[in-house]
């Protein structure tokens, strides 16, 4: 009988040991997600141009036929402030160290393509939404694509998410744009301050 206890004692010392063992390893695998800004994915000189803006676009009404993306990339001919916030606007160039990150960042899905439920399941995640010159799209260093099967159900593309994924430097072209960046996804949730 004695033998049996002690037997019985070492199974489940065992048992206990493996399950604290597996839940460990199951914490260390979980993935830590850094909260990043959009402005971290872009290198400082980009920011910089984006944020010294030509000065004849202040003189540009908002909405106006002026008021066109295609109409300033003629205006900008030889001043070199707007060839540089041209190329900011287009601007494919990263920062590497966010290749292979884990991040948690905000934003809003532009759906690319769609399942038969209507879900999206390729889509760009972006800071805003734009299509002026007053509020340019963002430029392709701002942009994530992700490919995601199971789906987002979009019920407003207003709505804002955050998203937690791995960033890996990866170009993707679509009718809609062009991204920089691609997120491998693991998780998003309506957007909550």
């Not at 202040?58 to 295609?70: F, K």
């Not at 920062?95 to 905000?106: L, N, Q, Y």
């Not at 390729?122 to 199971?150: D, R, S, T, W």
């Amino acid at each position: 009988m004695k033998l049996s206890v002690t037997l019985s004692g070492v199974k489940f010392g065992l048992i206990a040991a493996l399950l604290v063992l597996t839940s460990t390893l199951n914490l260390a695998s979980a993935a830590v997600y850094e909260e990043i800004d959009w402005v971290a994915l872009m290198p400082e000189d980009d920011l910089s141009a984006l944020l010294n803006r030509p000065e004849f676009l202040n003189d540009i009404a908002d909405g106006s036929a002026a008021d066109s993306i295609d109409d300033f990339a003629s205006k900008q001919l030889e001043d070199e402030q707007a060839q540089r916030y041209q190329q900011a606007l287009v601007s494919t160039r990263v920062i590497d160290e966010f290749d292979g990150k884990a991040i948690r960042i905000p934003g809003f899905i532009v759906p690319l393509e769609q399942n038969e439920e209507q879900k999206a399941t390729a889509f760009f995640v972006v800071p805003y939404f734009g299509a002026c010159l007053h509020m340019p799209p963002p430029p392709p260093n701002q942009i994530l694509y992700v490919e995601y099967k199971e789906g987002v159900a979009v019920e407003n593309l207003y709505d804002p998410y955050w998203f937690e994924g791995t960033v890996k430097i990866d170009n993707h072209e679509s009718a809609l744009g062009t991204s920089a960046y691609s997120l491998v996804l693991d998780s998003f949730t309506l957007y909550e301050e």
